[in-house]
Structures are given as C-alpha cells and as structure tokens.
C-alpha cells in the first residue's frame, strides 16, 4: 500500500472519531505558600472543535485521493 494512501485513512478516521468522541484532559491547580502546598487535579472531557474535525476530514481525503492516484 502507498504511505500517503494510510496516512490520509488515518488521518480521515481520526477526524470522524474527533467528532464523536471526547479525549480527556487533565490540569493539575496547586498553591505553595512556604512548606505547605495545595493541590487539586481537574479531569474533563473536551471534543475538538467542529472546525478542526472539519480540516482533519479534508487533509485525509485529500491525502488519500493524492496517494491513490500517485504512481508507485
């Protein structure tokens, strides 16, 4: 199989998923005043933004029309 033909499927999957799925995200809030510290670990789960989902379904296509259609 051509690379640019796997890359642009992969990429295409991945924008498809990033419209559905939500990815994790954790932050780490603390506060050190001399010996003592404070912390609190946040998780949330954010989707990508529509528009970036958008341009990862475009790049993949186009990859994968271009690795198609290149010659080996």
């Known amino acids: 199989m051509k690379v640019l033909l796997v890359v642009g ?3 295409l ?3 498809v998923v990033s419209l559905f799925v939500p990815f994790p995200h954790t932050e780490n809030h603390g506060v050190n005043a ?3 510290s404070v912390n609190i670990q946040t998780k949330d789960n954010e989707k990508l ?3 970036l989902s958008a ?3 475009i790049a993949g296509v186009g990859m994968a029309i271009v690795g198609a259609r ?3």
Do not use: R, Y
Request: net charge positive; charged share 5%.
């Open 9 to 11: 499927v992969i990429i």
């Open 13 to 15: 999957v991945l924008g």
């Open 34 to 36: 001399g010996p003592m």
């Open 49 to 51: 933004p529509p528009a």
């Open 55 to 57: 341009v990862l379904i």
């Open 70 to 72: 290149a010659k080996a």
